[in-house]
């Protein structure tokens, strides 16, 4: 299958800091890529879904001032956690998708930690 | 809610026991999918089934869709404990791409 990089892997940053997390896609085109979060124990949130070249979609109570995402190419977007606080500690995974292959491919996961 | 439920929550196992996961959904769908998460890893796509299919067989997996009751069910034959992890459904809704997964079970082989 295709494959989706994250990086970095983890991170440990003070509260109050922004953190920059990447997500690529390396052998396909993702026209869309998506975002999640994970608390411990917990499923997949979706967070938003961004498309190549606009703005992202927020899903209902992620703060989109918080959560800054930039789907600059089609095989590369960012999530920039603004203003870090300890509650934002979490594992944060992408993904993409594209027409070619038709499906999604999840990346590694990013591991937050805010101190 | 954004999630669909699994069950049961946790399942402990002997190794070579079968397992059952369940997973409902809320939604009409057009396919719905099974991942395995390893603890803190990224997940691993284990299996797709369409809406119009009723039964899929991978390995050991065995899968199948009852769209009338909105319900699936993974079975993992012959457990090993490897097979150790967090499984979790995915539903994909009629329109769009987006993935929508269950609560998830964790399932513990014990050798």
């Known amino acids: 299958g295709a494959v989706v990089s994250q990086h970095p892997s983890w991170v440990i940053c003070k509260s109050g800091t922004s953190v920059k997390i990447e997500c690529r896609s390396l052998d396909f085109q993702a026209t869309t890529m998506f975002w999640y979060r994970q608390f411990p124990k917990q499923s997949l949130m979706l967070m938003a879904t961004s498309n190549e070249g606009s703005k992202a979609t927020y899903e209902q109570g992620v703060e989109k001032d918080k959560f800054l995402i930039n789907h600059a190419s089609l095989t590369l977007s960012t999530l920039t956690v603004t203003s870090a606080h300890p509650e934002d500690s979490s594992f944060y995974i992408c993904?993409?998708?594209?027409?070619?292959?038709?499906?999604?491919?999840f990346g590694p996961g990013t591991r937050l930690t805010v101190l | 809610s954004q999630q669909g439920e699994e069950d049961p929550q946790a399942l402990s196992i002997q190794e070579g026991e079968n397992a059952t996961m369940n997973c409902s959904y809320k939604?009409?769908?057009?396919?719905l999918q099974w991942y395995r998460q390893n603890s803190g890893r990224g997940l691993v796509h284990l299996i797709l089934?369409?809406?119009?299919?009723r039964e899929k067989h991978s390995g050991r997996l065995r899968v199948t869709l009852d769209t009338s009751k909105k319900s699936s069910s993974l079975l993992i034959t012959a457990s090993r404990a490897a097979d150790t992890a967090s499984y979790f459904c995915?539903?994909?809704?009629?329109?769009?791409?987006?993935?929508?997964f269950g609560a998830g079970t964790i399932l513990r082989v014990k050798s």
């Open positions: 995915a539903t994909d809704a009629r329109y769009g791409n987006k993935l929508v």
């Open positions: 993904s993409g998708w594209g027409l070619a292959p038709n499906e999604q491919f």
């Open positions: 939604t009409s769908i057009n396919n």
């Open positions: 089934i369409r809406s119009n299919e």
